[in-house]
């Protein structure tokens, strides 16, 4: 039996146009704070942080995931500004989703069904605390650049939306997340 591991996670990824708007502060750090981990997968919000399974139930979770029925209808998101926290390692600097009733509903359903069909991977108290974002840079952000560049984009402007209408199951393979299934909600 094959006890290998691959990590995923769940997330939402917004059109080309918004991700390749989000990709010009992505680069913005990278070439002025040095940050350019946020750089290595594309722009999202995730539902369901990075889990590990075994590979041999990779068929069995993309299978789950192309059949999940989920209560709601395609809904509009908005980006509106940025925002910052910090984590036990590293600060994070991110475009900010507008919080709303439909967003968290999604995530909600979605932590459900996957606790329902895969009891054994723990879900965390922080996964269920559900804060939203769209990191623009973080792991390689260190404290003086993060001070430098929050003093910039907490003033700085970006508004956009777009229709969420399907959520995105990715795989790590390969050292970069790679999309492999798309829902539609």
């Known amino acids: 039996m094959n006890f290998q591991e691959h990590i995923y996670f769940i997330a939402i990824i917004p059109p080309q146009d918004i991700c390749d708007e989000i990709n010009v502060f992505k680069n913005d750090f990278k070439n002025r704070f040095h940050s350019q981990a946020a750089l290595k ?21 993309c299978k789950w ?20 926290f910090e984590t036990s390692r590293r600060p994070v600097v991110f475009v900010k989703p507008v919080m709303n009733n439909s967003l968290s509903q999604l995530q909600q359903e979605l932590l459900h069904h ?6 054994w991977i723990e879900v965390r108290e922080s996964d269920r605390k559900f804060k939203p974002h769209i990191t623009i840079g973080y792991r390689d ?18 508004n956009s939306s ?17 999309t492999i299934e798309r829902k539609e909600i």
């Not at 075994?54 to 979770?61: G, M, R, Y």
């Not at 996957?114 to 009891?119: A, L, V």
């Not at 993060?146 to 907490?154: D, P, S, T, V």
């Not at 777009?162 to 790679?178: A, M, T």
Request: hydrophobic share 40%; net charge neutral.
């Open 41 to 61: 997968i594309v722009p999202h919000i995730t539902l369901k942080p990075p889990f590990k399974l075994t590979i041999s139930k990779h068929e069995e979770l």
């Open 65 to 84: 995931f192309k059949e999940l029925d989920f209560s709601m209808k395609p809904f509009l998101q908005v980006l509106d500004g940025f925002g910052s």
């Open 114 to 119: 996957f606790t329902n069909r895969f009891s």
């Open 141 to 158: 952000l260190d404290h003086r650049a993060y001070i430098q560049a929050w003093q910039e984009y907490k003033e700085k402007h970006y």
């Open 162 to 178: 777009f229709e969420v209408n399907e959520i995105c199951l990715l795989q790590h393979k390969d050292g970069r997340w790679w």
